[in-house]
Structure formats: structure tokens, C-alpha cells
């Protein structure tokens, strides 16, 4: 219960797009809410997008209108659709679920926007 794993990044070319996959091995309405984090070198960790059980959503700033959070509830998935990439959003994303006190990580996914 709680373990997350997140897949689908990769090198892209700004402009580019890139959806990545959070698969949860039991069902994601244990999490009161579930989103994507990002790191790059040298910072914090980041909320990028989340969503919270009943579906309502937030993204930060810097990725709003390009990147887009949802779910499959049938099976316990949930995805980052992001287009129009930027070399600033290069690093690693990680896939996040927050129940009660406590957030469960996946492992983590490279994201690299390059020419």
C-alpha cells in the first residue's frame, strides 16, 4: 500500500511534449491528494501539479496551460501531459501521494529538454 511508481521520461527537444505515468499499487483514492514534484540540480524539490481526490486541481505558475494532471481511477494511474517544454523544466519529476501525515515517492523519472 502506498507504493508508487512513476515511468515516461526521456530527452526532448523544447517545444517537444512528454506524458509521464504514475502507477500505484492499490487504489488511488487512499490518497487524499496526488501530484508530480520536480528536482534539478542544485534546487529544491517543487510542486508541479496536483490533484486532490475529489478532483480538483493546481499547478505552479510555471507550468500552467502547458501541463495538465489526470487520472485513471480504473487503473490506480495517474499522468503528467506536458507540451510545450522548456529546458527549465529539465529534471527529475517525481510522483507523489499524500495521505493523512504521511507522502509516499515514487522513484523518480528524468525529464531532459534539450536540442
Known amino acids: 500500500q502506498g507504493q508508487l511508481v512513476d515511468s515516461g521520461g526521456g530527452l526532448v527537444q523544447p517545444g517537444g511534449s512528454l506524458r509521464l505515468t504514475c502507477a500505484a499499487s492499490?487504489?488511488?483514492?487512499?490518497?487524499?491528494?496526488m501530484g508530480w514534484y520536480r528536482q534539478a540540480p542544485g534546487n529544491q524539490r517543487e510542486l508541479v501539479a496536483r490533484?486532490?481526490?475529489?478532483?480538483?486541481?493546481n499547478y505552479s505558475d510555471s507550468v500552467k496551460g502547458r501541463f495538465t494532471i489526470s487520472r485513471d481511477n480504473d487503473k490506480n494511474t495517474v499522468f503528467l501531459q506536458m507540451n510545450s517544454l522548456k529546458p527549465e523544466d529539465t529534471a527529475v519529476y517525481y510522483c507523489n501521494g499524500h495521505r493523512l501525515w504521511n507522502d509516499y515517492w515514487g522513484q523518480g523519472t528524468q525529464v531532459t529538454v534539450a536540442s
Open positions: 490533484m486532490s481526490r475529489g478532483g480538483s486541481t
Open positions: 492499490s487504489s488511488i483514492f487512499i490518497f487524499d491528494a
